[in-house]
């Protein structure tokens, strides 16, 4: 049951928040666009999503708009904006539900008879209506397909020439609006159709930008298959190439070169398992091998004895660290080797052996797996050219058992009785069976029990008795029959094929046939099977998009090609199969073909993964090119196969050429460049050659810049991140960075590269920062001198103006004196001249000491204050005591660092001055007060006439006295203040009139010399 106090209860702390932030998540649902699994379908929801809601909020602020003014314009307002806005909720509803284009079909078309019917209904042509007709077409033509585009655009033409028809013709009245109802409108549908345009245009540019991510991704992925290809190609070939070789030692030969040149090392070999199979022993090697030859390996030494003993493929990429290394092999080199076992069947043959001896050369998982098939291939095309060397002795064997059958009844018995060829003896009359050996039992399905003195005709071995007899006539007339087929069907067997050869004979004086049948069964079956693959491999030769030919060895005579063959050339097949490659201009200079002649037979095949090829039209075309001497009928041919990979090159030429540009302008750039994810965190790093990053890159990359960066410096650049990203535009601020003993000024400018991350560019600005600082500091002191260089003209033109001028005065009553012969007046006369000439002296020389204070004297040393105040002291004892002065000196003041000389003459005039305008019972006070910042501040104090605090400025100025009649040229003060400012400190005055006065300086101390 709910409790009615349940209302007046203060809700929990964080409730609001918690409220606020479920009512965001559930707007953010609710205009967010819905994503499916198909990306196109996707991409029309988010376009109709973003326009649909954009076009409510706004038709909504119109219909708002004209409710609250009641200005609806005309009756059909009031049905075309409620009715646009259900128009646009439907449109939302059915995205959601996954009707993506009948969705939009139905906004396009809603929105067209909308804005046709309300142009109708109002104004016409002149209604604002109209003007949102390009922007359903574009819509339209976005979504639905451009033959949709165009249906909109025809029938908003046909509309906009109707509604000009029926002004044209006065079926309409004109119906102005108001202007600044028309004005509003008329913004409205600005504003909504410039967004709208924009928002297509970025969908569209979006759209691009996926499209261009997912081609670089079908690029790897093609380059990859492109590879495979290239395997499984070679392997095709291989697999034609050992089949085709029946005799063992030239299919060793082939196997090794095939090897050779698909795991691009010359070092590989073979070992066959000798017949007792009590070791292997090395038949064919080549490179290192080749000195190996007939060498013997046991079970479980090296590589090759291990492969025996496993009979699994092994490899082993540091061969000179591997346990089971052989000591002979490490000694000439190895460094990596691969072995596979040659099996058929359970039955191990041997060994397929390959090495590199170079110290970047791997054996990689593709060259092993590689290595197996071709190893797998090798086994078998071992194993049938055994079986065909046996089947070819077989076969000697028995045409010489054969011969000494015709020429000697002891041979005869020995063929009879061999048990490989089927052999009976019949009348040649009645055609009863009188003997016959077990391999014509088992060949004909009789056995002797049954056919034994019987005759032939008895098992239906005759279709009919007169092709006997017509047998029989044909025996006499020749004596003997050979290379009969003759098939023999009965049993529970198949029909078996066979050769027989028949001759006349004589037993007890009664004709007889020796009948000697081969079955050729087998031989048939893999006849027919030689046919069906031939005509597998004719399928396979037309289909393939590997442009392929064969022509002769001697003149070059096209023989036969594929279709991508004459695609490739350019040639007809009609006019060109039959001639020489010279004669329809594939070879334009023999000489080059007579080259390439002797170089294919000396290795029989040759592989050129870059050649140039001419087509018909004289286009240059790159391809894979692979050619092999074969077999062809009686003569020998060539296979050439051509793969055409001239856009691939073009594509990686670009890409080169793009990524040396790239490069060189990173590196012409005297920045450090981070790559900075969304969340703070370092991705990627790349150096320049001026600045060099505080930590190694190992250090700070995967980490967040608050880890790395002071905590100030930290949140800047995470601002100035988000805002990048946000904007798409660049940040840029300046920090400073402690770095070893000094202090860097930098500048970081960041730019977004995607939504999730931007680059950070960081230059050292610290030369800038210092120069600039320099810069002002000269700027100040300039100012400074000049100032003080005008008060110093202005002061040395005034004070020494009035002593010439005393002296010109007092000369002219000098020379009066003189006349009227006044002698005590020419003496005072003399002395008035004088006295000016003396003070004249003496402010000439205080100017030229103020301005030797500007360099010093001495270079600045440490010295105890104590002492530098005694030396001043002793200098002004005289006026100390002659007006009867106490003096009290702070015992243990610190030390400073300065120009003692200077130092002494500025104490000297403080003292001075302090003990000039005392009072009864005066007294000098000297000592320390403290410290400001770094610097020791001391103090002269006297208890003398004080000074007014207006005049606190004043005094240190040139020749500037506060009494006029006390002695001195008012310069004394001045050059204190230089010679404290010289040494970077400074001096300022407290007094007031009747309190005495105390000067306080600051100067550096002692062990600042660094």
């Known amino acids: 049951m709910r409790r009615p106090v349940f209302y007046f209860r203060k809700p929990p702390p964080g409730a609001g928040l918690i409220y606020n932030r479920f009512m965001r998540e559930w707007l953010r649902r609710l205009f967010a666009p819905s994503i499916f699994e198909d990306e196109e379908k996707t991409r029309a929801a988010r376009i109709l999503s973003s326009i649909g809601w954009i076009v409510f909020w706004a038709v909504l602020f119109l219909t708002v708009t004209r409710l609250v003014t009641g200005n609806w314009q005309s009756e059909s307002s009031k049905v075309f904006f409620p009715g646009v806005l259900a128009i646009l909720l439907a449109t939302q509803v059915m995205i959601r539900a996954g009707y993506v284009r009948p969705a939009g079909v139905f906004l396009v078309v809603g929105i067209w008879f909308a804005l046709t019917i309300q142009a109708w209904l109002a104004s016409g042509l002149r209604d604002v209506t109209i003007l949102a007709y390009p922007v359903v077409i574009l819509l339209c033509a976005l979504l639905l397909g451009w033959r949709e585009g165009a249906v909109a655009a025809l029938l908003s033409v046909a509309a906009i020439w109707y509604f000009a028809a029926e002004e044209s013709l006065g079926a309409r009245q004109i119906a102005q609006d108001p202007p600044y109802s028309f004005a509003?409108?008329?913004?409205?549908?600005?504003?909504?159709?410039?967004?709208?345009?924009?928002?297509?245009?970025?969908?569209?540019?979006?759209?691009?930008?996926?499209?261009?991510?997912?081609?670089?991704?079908?690029?790897?992925?093609?380059?990859?298959?492109?590879?495979?290809?290239?395997?499984?190609?070679?392997?095709?070939?291989?697999?034609?190439?050992?089949?085709?070789?029946?005799?063992?030692?030239?299919?060793?030969?082939?196997?090794?070169?095939?090897?050779?040149?698909?795991?691009?090392?010359?070092?590989?070999?073979?070992?066959?398992?000798?017949?007792?199979?009590?070791?292997?022993?090395?038949?064919?090697?080549?490179?290192?091998?080749?000195?190996?030859?007939?060498?013997?390996?046991?079970?479980?030494?090296g590589l090759t004895g291990l492969v025996w003993e496993t009979e699994r493929t092994l490899s082993a990429n540091d061969y000179p660290t591997w346990e089971f290394r052989d000591p002979e092999a490490v000694k000439v080199g190895f460094r990596s080797v691969a072995g596979a076992p040659l099996k058929s069947g359970d039955k191990f043959l041997g060994a397929l052996i390959v090495a590199a001896l170079e110290e970047d050369k791997k054996m990689d998982p593709e060259q092993v797996s590689l290595l197996e098939r071709l190893a797998a291939l090798a086994s078998l095309a071992i194993d049938n050219a055994r079986l065909y060397?046996?089947?070819?002795?077989?076969?000697?064997?028995?045409?010489?058992?054969?011969?000494?059958?015709?020429?000697?009844?002891?041979?005869?018995?020995?063929?009879?009785?061999?048990?490989?060829?089927?052999?009976?003896?019949?009348?040649?009359?009645?055609?009863?069976?009188?003997?016959?050996?077990?391999?014509?039992?088992?060949?004909?399905?009789?056995?002797?029990?049954?056919?034994?003195?019987?005759?032939?005709?008895?098992?239906?071995?005759?279709?009919?008795?007169?092709?006997?007899?017509?047998?029989?006539?044909?025996?006499?007339?020749?004596?003997?029959?050979?290379?009969?087929?003759?098939?023999?069907?009965?049993?529970?067997?198949?029909?078996?094929?066979?050769?027989?050869?028949?001759?006349?004979?004589?037993?007890?004086?009664?004709?007889?046939?020796?009948?000697?049948?081969?079955?050729?069964?087998?031989?048939?079956?893999?006849?027919?099977?030689?046919?069906?693959?031939?005509?597998?491999?004719?399928?396979?030769?037309?289909?393939?998009?590997?442009?392929?030919?064969?022509?002769?060895?001697?003149?070059?005579?096209?023989?036969?090609?594929?279709?991508?063959?004459?695609?490739?050339?350019?040639?007809?097949?009609?006019?060109?199969?039959?001639?020489?490659?010279?004669?329809?201009?594939?070879?334009?200079?023999?000489?080059?073909?007579?080259?390439?002649?002797?170089?294919?037979?000396?290795?029989?095949?040759?592989?050129?993964?870059?050649?140039?090829?001419?087509?018909?039209?004289?286009?240059?075309?790159?391809?894979?090119?692979?050619?092999?001497?074969?077999?062809?009928?009686?003569?020998?041919?060539?296979?050439?196969?051509?793969?055409?990979?001239?856009?691939?090159?073009?594509?990686?030429?670009?890409?080169?050429?793009?990524?040396?540009?790239?490069?060189?302008?990173?590196?012409?750039?005297?920045?450090?460049?981070?790559?900075?994810?969304?969340?703070?965190?370092?991705?990627?790093?790349?150096?320049?050659?001026?600045?060099?990053?505080?930590?190694?890159?190992?250090?700070?990359?995967?980490?967040?810049?608050?880890?790395?960066?002071?905590?100030?410096?930290?949140?800047?650049?995470?601002?100035?991140?988000?805002?990048?990203?946000?904007?798409?535009?660049?940040?840029?601020?300046?920090?400073?960075?402690?770095?070893?003993?000094?202090?860097?000024?930098?500048?970081?400018?960041?730019?977004a590269v995607t939504s999730e991350s931007a680059i950070s560019m960081v230059r050292d600005i610290s030369q800038r920062k210092w120069v600039e600082t320099e810069r002002e500091k000269l700027i100040e002191e300039l100012e400074l001198k000049n100032a003080e260089l005008e008060r110093f003209t202005y002061t040395v033109s005034h004070d020494l103006k009035s002593p010439v001028i005393t002296i010109r005065g007092f000369l002219g009553f000098l020379e009066q004196d003189a006349l009227s012969g006044n002698l005590p007046r020419l003496q005072a006369d003399i002395r008035r001249i004088s006295d000016a000439t003396d003070k004249m002296q003496s402010l000439l020389n205080e100017l030229l000491e103020l301005s030797r204070v500007g360099r010093l004297v001495n270079p600045p040393s440490p010295a105890p204050f104590n002492e530098i105040v005694e030396e001043a002291v002793a200098l002004v004892q005289g006026r100390i005591q002659a007006n009867h002065v106490q003096l009290h000196v702070q015992d243990d003041m610190d030390a400073v660092f300065v120009d003692r000389q200077r130092m002494v003459e500025a104490l000297q005039n403080l003292i001075d001055n302090a003990a000039k305008f005392t009072r009864e019972n005066a007294r000098i006070e000297i000592g320390q007060d403290g410290m400001e910042g770094s610097l020791p501040v001391f103090f002269v104090r006297d208890n003398g006439i004080g000074i007014e605090p207006a005049h606190h400025e004043r005094i240190f100025g040139l020749f500037n006295k506060l009494d006029p009649d006390s002695e001195g040229t008012g310069i004394g003060l001045a050059l204190v203040k230089r010679i404290i400012e010289v040494h970077k400190g400074r001096i300022w005055v407290e007094s007031e009139p009747g309190k005495g006065t105390a000067f306080f300086f600051t100067l550096p101390p002692a062990g600042s010399e660094s």
């Open 389 to 751: 060397e046996e089947a070819r002795r077989e076969l000697a064997e028995r045409k010489k058992i054969e011969e000494d059958l015709r020429s000697s009844d002891e041979r005869f018995r020995k063929v009879f009785n061999n048990n490989k060829i089927a052999v009976t003896i019949v009348t040649l009359e009645e055609g009863i069976f009188l003997e016959a050996n077990n391999a014509f039992w088992e060949l004909s399905g009789l056995t002797p029990e049954k056919a034994l003195g019987h005759s032939t005709l008895e098992f239906d071995l005759w279709e009919n008795p007169g092709d006997r007899r017509k047998f029989a006539r044909d025996l006499l007339e020749k004596g003997s029959l050979a290379d009969v087929e003759v098939k023999f069907i009965g049993g529970d067997k198949p029909p078996r094929s066979s050769l027989g050869y028949y001759e006349l004979i004589t037993i007890r004086n009664r004709l007889c046939i020796l009948s000697m049948f081969y079955d050729i069964s087998e031989e048939r079956r893999a006849q027919r099977n030689l046919l069906e693959s031939e005509e597998r491999f004719r399928k396979v030769f037309q289909a393939s998009p590997v442009a392929i030919v064969i022509t002769t060895l001697d003149e070059g005579r096209i023989l036969d090609a594929n279709e991508a063959y004459w695609k490739l050339t350019g040639y007809d097949p009609q006019t060109s199969v039959g001639r020489t490659a010279q004669e329809i201009g594939i070879w334009d200079d023999r000489s080059k073909r007579e080259d390439f002649i002797r170089a294919i037979m000396e290795t029989r095949s040759t592989f050129n993964p870059d050649y140039q090829f001419v087509s018909r039209e004289g286009r240059i075309k790159t391809t894979v090119a692979f050619s092999e001497v074969i077999a062809f009928g009686e003569a020998e041919a060539i296979l050439s196969m051509f793969y055409d990979v001239t856009a691939q090159k073009e594509a990686r030429e670009a890409l080169r050429a793009a990524e040396t540009r790239m490069r060189a302008i990173i590196a012409s750039i005297p920045d450090m460049i981070f790559e900075i994810s969304k969340d703070g965190t370092y991705l990627d790093f790349m150096a320049s050659a001026e600045v060099a990053p505080t930590l190694p890159p190992d250090q700070f990359i995967g980490k967040n810049v608050r880890e790395i960066l002071p905590e100030t410096i930290a949140d800047q650049t995470l601002f100035a991140l988000e805002r990048a990203i946000a904007t798409g535009q660049v940040h840029s601020f300046e920090y400073e960075l402690p770095f070893r003993d000094e202090v860097r000024f930098l500048e970081a400018r960041i730019a």
């Open 184 to 301: 509003r409108d008329l913004t409205t549908v600005f504003l909504l159709s410039s967004v709208l345009i924009y928002i297509l245009i970025y969908r569209l540019n979006r759209s691009l930008l996926d499209a261009r991510l997912e081609l670089r991704e079908r690029l790897r992925a093609e380059e990859k298959l492109q590879k495979q290809a290239r395997y499984l190609t070679a392997l095709h070939d291989t697999t034609f190439g050992l089949l085709d070789r029946l005799e063992l030692n030239p299919l060793l030969e082939s196997i090794l070169d095939r090897v050779s040149n698909l795991l691009e090392t010359p070092h590989v070999g073979i070992d066959l398992l000798s017949p007792d199979g009590t070791s292997l022993r090395q038949e064919v090697g080549k490179g290192i091998f080749k000195d190996w030859n007939g060498q013997l390996t046991s079970k479980g030494k």
